[in-house]
């Protein structure tokens, strides 16, 4: 159906920068929102932010000014620029997007992709 595959995890030193990105396939007629959530061991997991079909985009305090959500609507991508990572930032991100899937359905659905980890080392 649609599928959301996230790539650019990976270990940085604190300081450092990454980039990852969200890639959604499958039959999608249009995307109403993606976001970035993130778990860290042993907590909940929490959003780290948002970018609407507007290119509206909110973020979580722990993030504002660190890191940056954009996207590519021609080719269903998102993406999350980290800069200034801090060890605080090490878990698993994950993509989630509200897609509706066709022209005659007004119901959005919800999907997540498998995460990848993110490792900030001090």
């Known amino acids: 159906q649609v599928q959301l595959v996230e790539s650019g995890g990976g270990s940085v030193q604190a300081g450092g920068s990454l980039r990852l990105s969200c890639a959604a396939s499958g039959s999608i007629f249009a995307i109403y929102r993606m976001a970035w959530y993130r778990q860290a061991p042993g907590k909940q997991r929490e959003l780290v932010g948002i970018i609407t079909y507007a290119d509206t985009t909110t973020y979580a305090a722990s993030v504002k000014g660190r890191f940056t959500i954009s996207r590519d609507s021609a080719k269903n991508t998102m993406y999350l620029q980290m800069n200034s990572l801090l060890p605080e930032d090490t878990a698993v991100y994950y993509c989630?997007?509200?897609?509706?899937?066709?022209?005659?359905?007004?119901?959005?659905?919800?999907?997540w992709g498998q995460g990848t980890q993110v490792t900030v080392s001090s």
């Open positions: 989630n997007a509200d897609i509706y899937l066709s022209d005659d359905d007004e119901v959005r659905y919800e999907f």
